[in-house]
């Protein structure tokens, strides 16, 4: 995570699992996306606040890295996470094959993405498919006149 001294491993057992540097320890395991042949991997948004990755099944996945456990019973998992939010990236050519998204990222500097009448930091996300397809997609308030 930004700032802090942890790490994310994408594995081909369809789980993103972010470790402490320190003490080498398993924070959290994220579950959601397919993951079974191809190299996907995750990474932090700029704010840390969540992750992302791309998957098989044509899905861009995101996770938060944080949870309010107070309310929760003693006996929910704090190391598992499969809460998470996904959208379908549409397939840049028709294949045989399964959709694949083999990279998903936060934009590091989303401005130059959003463009005119855009205000306030908007949330852009650039993602590409097996295929050599390539998508941005952005989230922001538009400006008032």
Not at 22 to 27: G, Y
Not at 74 to 88: A, G, H, K, Q
Request: glycine share 8%; with cysteine; hydrophobic share 30%.
């Amino acid at each position: 995570m930004p700032g802090e001294d942890k790490i994310l491993i994408s594995s081909n057992d369809s789980r993103v699992r972010l470790y402490d540097l320190k003490d080498h320890s398993l924070v959290c395991k994220y579950k959601g996306a397919s993951n079974r042949t191809s190299q996907i991997e995750a990474s932090f948004s700029a704010s840390g606040c969540h992750i992302i990755s791309g998957s098989e099944n044509g899905h861009v996945y995101l996770w938060r890295t944080y949870h309010d456990f107070s309310r929760a019973p003693p006996t929910t998992r704090r190391d598992l996470n499969d809460f998470y939010e996904s959208f379908t990236a549409p397939a840049s050519v028709q294949t045989s094959e399964n959709h694949r998204i083999t990279a998903a990222v936060f934009a590091p500097v989303p401005g130059l993405f959003a463009g005119e009448g855009i205000r306030n930091e908007p949330e852009v996300i650039v993602e590409a498919d097996f295929d050599g397809g390539i998508r941005v997609y952005t989230k922001g308030v538009p400006a008032s006149s």
